[in-house]
């Protein structure tokens, strides 16, 4: 699809701060709209300027509060869309509900399913988002989708600050090939954790496949929400004769308990992006030093650019 119109940004209320770091990164101003909500919690949203023919990029992840800062989104484009914008393209750098990819147990949703259907009929053209939980959930879009990764912008961190008897540890079986890109470009060595899972958010480490005596181990997921399962594989490592151990993720969703398990854990520094706005427990570790930020905004600008001007953004895959 090609577009001759201007590039805009909007963004809803779920990450202000990562809207506006975008604009910074693209050299424009975050798009004048109005974002309030009506005295019984309805969303109550107005573009404030002219948008028939330009390339609308909204930013909004759908992270807690997810329901709400969902229906922002579908409100937004629909809006959007009835304004005459050419294209508008949802940029989702967190994508709630991905966890309910499929059917699993008897009688449960895939859910992720129905929030792309929802997204598809709102009138989005296209979506870019990051490290979903899941990546066959791009083909529950009917239009197409950029799936970035946040590993360049986390890699480069460890690159930049090296550590030393390095091995890479995959919290699970199924982040394996996470764990494996990560290890290749840090050229650390790879550990699998066999984990059983008993019940949603309750996790149990079983075994540690592979040598952690006497390294520095650094687990890699994509998320982490209530902590239970990297704080339990920190356990297993320090249990098996690990040094020192880190971890990064892309999505601190960290609800519950999540800052108490990680504030009691073994695990000694954490790396996390901006996909998501740190809960104001979260900003504690982050000035006690146990817990590092990495913006993503460079990443999802680049991004944005190349789907404007219609060039490649295979580029920014590791």
Known sequence: MSVTGDIKIFTGNAHVGLAESICRKLNCDLGMASTGRFSDGEFNFQIRENVRGADVFIIQPTCPPTDQNLMELLIMLDTFKRASAERVTAVIPYFGYARSDKKDRPRVPIAAKLIANLINTAGTDRILTLDLHAAQIQGFFDIPVDHLYAAPVIVNYFQTNPIENLVVVAPDTGGAERARAYAKRLDAGLVLVDKRREKANVAEVMNVVGEVEGMNCLIVDDMCDTGGTICKVAG??????????????????????????????????????????????????????????????????????SIHDETSVSFLFI
Request: aromatic fraction near 2%; charged fraction near 20%.
């Open 236 to 305: 297993a490592l320090h249990s098996n004769g690990a040094n020192e151990i880190y971890a990064c993720f892309s999505h601190a969703v960290l609800s519950g308990n999540a800052i108490e398990n990680l504030a009691n854990s073994h695990i000694k520094k954490i790396i996390v992006t901006d996909t998501i706005p740190l809960c104001e427990k979260g900003r504690g570790l982050k000035e006690e030093g146990r817990i590092e930020v990495l913006s993503v905004a460079e990443l999802l600008a680049t991004a944005i650019k």
